[in-house]
């Protein structure tokens, strides 16, 4: 009989408690096709009723300080499902790694800001360290950078990497409802936590999009160049206006390698109805990559939820079995290297904008003058007859810079009949 892998479990909250159940439900299959039996040998939680509600078997052993389970149980590999970007978490990563324990972890937040000190001190003991879960659930979006696609120069990667926000979008969609009456929805639903920020302002996507664009792009992980804009400011009005113009709002991160270096930013953007990703609905996530051999790759699957993050978890549990460790991100630590940012000031793409103006002669003579003194072509315009001393006016520019946009925004802002900060919207034609 093969020597047993043991694997404690700091974490016992949903997507512990999922990979608990598939460790041993899938128990005989884990054994075929990784050639050991996996064994669940410790856990952790501070709530030690989780241990019965999961039935756990009273074999494994309960700690109730993960940390000191990371230190001191006798097992092979830590798999932290704990969360946050630093505390409890990454103490438990250090006391694992400085242990000699491999570690496997869900956690987007820690390796967003602490992933290049994590992946530098596995690299240096030789420990494995696996990150399937952290970005996109239970798509294996990780493997195919680090594995499926490893013969490319990935030149664009970009997705749907928030499930909360793309089910808020989704059903504002569907049911013509505001972004506050649909958000108070999902948070009785249980499909947004009751402080949404994380979700809605777009900091998960931002924390996934920095690591995939740091595996694609072999740049160091890292937040403080990313633009990062949620959508809070989206109105039930833009998604109205956009499927009329043959668009659907999405929130993307969006990564992109080209000669003057990287840019990675999060934003809400009209995607073309006709592109694939415009109809990839609800809680689902999307991630699309351009390879120069490979061309253009789409993944899609579920982002979050126990049973899909578990599958992920337990991928790189197994991959720990068979001693498949790979360098951190696609390259060597060593070969990491910073590379200029562009910034989103930089873009040169088309928009999509919205004034709430007074209803009143000269109003739009005044804008379409301030856009053209930028060399802003106004693509379409609508404006429909409403009731009431204001109306909203919808424009879609041509290809422009970002720069030009911003200032003829700040201008048209300054005068006396637009009533309210103007919105604009990123066009993306994927
Ligand atoms: N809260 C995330 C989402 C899942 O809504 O997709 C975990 O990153």
Do not use: W
């Amino acid at each position: 009989m093969a020597d047993v892998f043991k694997v404690g479990v700091a974490g016992l909250g949903t997507v512990g408690g999922g990979v608990v159940k598939l460790l041993l439900t899938n128990k005989d299959l884990l054994f075929k096709r990784t050639g050991r039996p996996i064994e669940l040998a410790a856990v952790s939680d501070v709530r030690e009723s989780r241990v019965a509600e999961l039935g756990i078997p009273s074999s494994v052993r309960y700690y109730p300080d993960a940390v000191k389970m990371a230190r001191e149980a006798d097992v092979d590999l830590i798999v932290e499902l704990i969360g946050g970007a630093g505390g409890v978490a990454l103490d438990v990563c250090m006391a694992a790694l400085n242990a000699g324990k491999g570690f496997v972890t869900a956690n987007k937040a820690m390796l967003a800001h602490h992933g290049n000190d994590i992946g530098r001190i596995a690299e240096e003991k030789g420990l494995f360290l696996g990150y399937e879960a952290a970005v996109a659930g239970g798509i294996p979006i990780i493997k195919a950078l680090r594995e499926g696609l490893v013969g490319n120069n990935v030149s664009e990667i970009y997705g749907i990497l928030n499930g909360t926000c793309n089910y808020i979008l989704t059903v504002m969609r569907e049911t013509g409802k505001s972004f506050d009456v649909v958000l108070a929805d999902a948070q009785r639903l249980g499909y947004a936590e009751a402080d949404p920020s994380f979700d809605v302002d777009g900091i998960d996507t931002a924390h996934k999009i920095c690591i995939l664009g740091a595996l694609a792009f072999g740049v160091p992980i890292g937040l403080d160049a990313l633009s990062i804009e949620g959508i809070r400011r989206i109105s039930d009005i833009d998604i109205a206006y956009a499927e009329e113009f043959g668009f659907r709002i999405k929130l993307l991160g969006v990564g992109r390698r080209t000669e003057k270096g990287v840019s990675l930013n999060v934003y809400p953007c009209l995607i073309p109805q006709t592109a694939e990703i415009a109809h990839v609905d609800g809680v689902f996530n999307a991630v699309i990559t351009e390879g120069d051999f490979v061309g253009h790759s789409m993944f899609v699957g579920r982002g979050a939820g126990e049973k899909p993050t578990a599958s992920a978890v337990v991928a790189d549990i197994a991959d720990a079995v068979k001693h498949r460790g790979l360098p951190f991100l696609t390259v060597a630590e060593t070969d990491v290297k910073s590379l200029p940012v562009v910034s989103l000031s930089e873009r040169e793409g088309e928009y999509y904008l919205r004034f709430e103006v007074k209803d009143q002669a000269g109003v739009v003579a005044d804008i379409a003058r301030i856009l053209g003194d930028e060399g802003l072509s106004i693509a379409s315009m609508i404006q429909r007859e409403q009731t009431g001393d204001t109306v909203p006016l919808i424009m879609t520019l041509h290809h422009a810079k970002e720069a030009n946009v911003r200032r003829a925004l700040e201008k048209i802002e300054k005068t006396d009949s637009v009533v309210r900060t103007p919105c604009m919207i990123r066009i993306e034609r994927m």
